[in-house]
């Protein structure tokens, strides 16, 4: 929204984005005042901020005064224009979106539908370049919330070149998903995992049984506790996590473990899994620990001693 060619977007640049969108989209649908000042609660519930959002993105887009937030001027800015954007749009928006159906909406229902479907590169160029004239109309008109890997795979923003941003099958399927009512959404449901007390048992050999550590999901990865060794650690387990298996001599595959517990947070933070399921999926990872715990001693010589 800089007006910049970005060469690559990082996950932070992409959150911001669909936050900025998502504080307009609250703005046209209570009909605030542009310049209303917000309570904490009101960011959250009205524009979908995570508590992650409070602590990283807050300040980024508001300041503070009296107990209560308004937008930053540069922001007030942005927002402003896009809502004029999306004004002008409006007019045209239901023809828009009939013309965008009838030509990709049918390109897609073709592949999706059809197993003998052969995938025309042509006739989607085609498709694309008649497309013109309409895609900013509807990007405005309907603002769309896109996923994070679009805007990161391609290193685009669509705002600072929206018929370059849309030059691409996926792109005009996230479109054609939010004409249908099928877009992605601000979700907040991670935040119902976030500081929940949970376990992860893993055997040890040292010990000859489980130990049990005490795990919580945080904004910024997990808080873990057993006996000595308490604190913070990334969302790969790097930090209080890995200093007790290693402290334990335990024997695992740690990038494995790390990349899950990576995803495994991943998937919480986004809303697409619940606290039991987390539970779950935790306990798994732990399991797997063990297993390859007890099997690096199930045949070992009794004169090796190794740890």
Same mark, same amino acid.
């Given at each position: 929204m800089?007006?910049?060619e970005?060469?690559?977007?990082?996950?932070?640049?992409?959150?911001?984005?669909?936050?900025?969108?998502?504080?307009?989209?609250?703005?046209?649908?209570?009909?605030y005042?542009?310049?209303?000042?917000?309570?904490?609660?009101?960011?959250?519930?009205?524009?979908?901020?995570?508590?992650?959002?409070?602590?990283?993105?807050?300040?980024?887009?508001?300041?503070?005064?009296?107990?209560?937030? /308004?937008?930053? *001027?540069?922001?007030?800015? #942005?927002?402003?224009? !896009?809502?004029? +954007?999306?004004?002008? %749009?409006?007019?045209?928006?239901?023809?828009?979106?009939?013309l965008?159906?009838k030509?990709?909406?049918?390109?897609?229902?073709?592949?999706?539908?059809?197993e003998?479907?052969?995938?025309?590169?042509?006739?989607?160029?085609?498709?694309?370049?008649?497309?013109?004239?309409?895609?900013?109309?509807?990007?405005?008109g309907?603002?769309?919330i896109?996923?994070?890997?679009?805007?990161?795979?391609?290193?685009?923003?669509?705002e600072n070149?929206i018929?370059?941003?849309?030059?691409?099958?996926?792109?005009?399927?996230?479109?054609?998903?939010?004409?249908r009512?099928?877009?992605?959404k601000?979700?907040?449901?991670?935040?119902?995992?976030?500081?929940?007390?949970?376990?992860?048992?893993?055997?040890?050999?040292?010990?000859?049984?489980?130990?049990?550590?005490? /795990?919580?999901? *945080?904004?910024?990865?997990? #808080?873990?506790?057993? !006996?000595?060794? +308490?604190?913070?650690? %990334?969302?790969?387990?790097?930090?209080?996590?890995?200093?007790?298996?290693?402290?334990?001599?335990?024997?695992?595959?740690?990038?494995?473990?790390?990349?899950?517990?990576?995803?495994?947070?991943?998937?919480?933070?986004?809303?697409?899994?619940?606290?039991?399921?987390?539970?779950?999926?935790?306990q798994?990872?732990?399991?797997w620990?063990?297993?390859?715990?007890?099997?690096?001693?199930e045949?070992?010589?009794?004169?090796?001693?190794?740890?």
């Amino acid at each position: 929204m800089t007006g910049e060619e970005l060469m690559s977007v990082s996950e932070t640049t992409a959150r911001r984005r669909n936050l900025l969108v998502s504080i307009v989209r609250g703005i046209l649908k209570e009909n605030y005042e542009v310049t209303r000042e917000y309570t904490v609660a009101e960011i959250e519930t009205v524009f979908h901020f995570r508590k992650r959002d409070i602590v990283y993105n807050l300040d980024f887009f508001f300041e503070q005064r009296s107990g209560k937030f /308004i937008l930053k *001027t540069e922001k007030l800015d #942005e927002a402003q224009k !896009i809502i004029r +954007n999306h004004h002008q %749009a409006l007019g045209q928006l239901e023809t828009a979106k009939v013309l965008f159906i009838k030509s990709f909406g049918r390109f897609y229902d073709d592949d999706e539908n059809s197993e003998g479907f052969s995938f025309d590169h042509e006739r989607l160029r085609s498709i694309f370049s008649d497309l013109h004239p309409v895609i900013p109309i509807l990007h405005w008109g309907m603002l769309p919330i896109l996923s994070k890997w679009l805007m990161i795979n391609s290193g685009r923003l669509p705002e600072n070149d929206i018929i370059d941003f849309y030059d691409h099958y996926h792109m005009l399927t996230a479109l054609l998903k939010e004409i249908r009512g099928r877009g992605e959404k601000m979700e907040t449901k991670g935040d119902d995992t976030l500081n929940k007390k949970m376990t992860f048992s893993v055997y040890t050999r040292r010990w000859g049984h489980p130990n049990v550590y005490r /795990i919580e999901r *945080t904004v910024d990865g997990w #808080e873990v506790r057993h !006996i000595a060794i +308490n604190g913070k650690c %990334a969302k790969d387990g790097e930090g209080a996590l890995m200093r007790n298996l290693h402290h334990d001599s335990i024997f695992f595959p740690e990038e494995g473990v790390k990349c899950a517990l990576s995803n495994l947070w991943d998937d919480a933070e986004e809303g697409e899994i619940g606290l039991e399921e987390l539970q779950i999926r935790l306990q798994q990872v732990a399991d797997w620990i063990s297993s390859v715990e007890k099997a690096v001693g199930e045949n070992q010589p009794d004169w090796v001693q190794y740890c």
